[in-house]
């Protein structure tokens, strides 16, 4: 159990474009996901935390028009990178924290979703 | 403030057993978790703690002093797929994880 899935798992695009990445708690009811960034050889970075049926609140120095968060539902999160760059390159983990509760609190990653802008 | 620490490298040899450490400061503390993370591989779940104590899972261990605000993850008969980077995160009053840097664990034959 406690299955979190991403997609894309990989995405090359060109400056200026959007990219938009779903996660999905497929057998679990997550009503909160996290969005981290991960650059190389660094730990992870919490971006925003995302509530299902609210607004996602978003770390200091995330800028919320350009890393657009949408939490429709209790199994599904999107992250909309706006007009990306070649510094928004990364790889972009979410996370769904189970509305059981699981072993207390228990956040589970999805795959990881390799960012590469040209 | 809030702050946690971990090495960040260690080597150990196939067969044998590593104590990976990590300490912690923090005003509100709800657990503390052990993440294992190969590389270009998004974190899996090792364990969770939050009773000050030992807490076992086959070849894996963790330890947990709420009072030295100290954990350790204890791996043992080391594989070489044990290979990869170990995290440790304490989860804080807002049920919010703060991360260490990860302590890359290096196998050898």
């Known amino acids: 159990g406690a299955v979190v899935s991403q997609h894309p798992s990989w995405v090359i695009c060109k400056s200026g474009t959007s990219v938009k990445i779903e996660c999905r708690s497929l057998d679990f009811q997550a009503t909160t996901m996290f969005w981290y960034r991960q650059f190389p050889k660094q730990s992870l970075m919490l971006m925003a935390t995302?509530?299902?049926?609210?607004?996602?609140?978003?770390e200091q120095g995330v800028e919320k028009d350009k890393f657009l968060i949408n939490h429709a539902s209790l199994t599904l999160s999107t992250l909309t990178v706006t007009s990306a760059h070649p510094e928004d390159s990364s790889f972009y983990i979410c996370?769904?924290?189970?509305?059981?509760?699981?072993?207390?609190?228990?956040?589970?990653f999805g795959p990881g979703t390799r960012l590469l802008v040209l | 403030g809030q702050n946690i620490d971990q090495p960040t490298e260690m080597t150990a040899t196939e067969g044998a057993i590593v104590q990976i450490n990590c300490t912690y400061q923090t005003s509100g503390f709800n657990g503390l978790f052990w993440y294992q993370q190969h590389a270009g591989e998004a974190p899996t779940f090792l364990s969770y703690n939050v009773l000050d104590g030992l807490e076992e899972k086959g070849r894996f261990s963790s330890f947990l002093s709420r009072s030295k605000g100290y954990s350790y993850l204890l791996l043992k008969e080391l594989q070489m797929k044990d290979s990869a980077s170990y995290l440790c995160?304490?989860?804080?009053?807002?049920?919010?994880?703060?991360w260490g840097a990860g302590t890359k664990l290096i196998i050898k034959p």
């Open positions: 995160a304490f989860m804080d009053s807002n049920y919010q994880l703060i």
């Open positions: 996370s769904a924290r189970d509305l059981a509760g699981g072993p207390s609190e228990t956040q589970y």
């Open positions: 995302s509530n299902e049926g609210s607004k996602a609140t978003y």
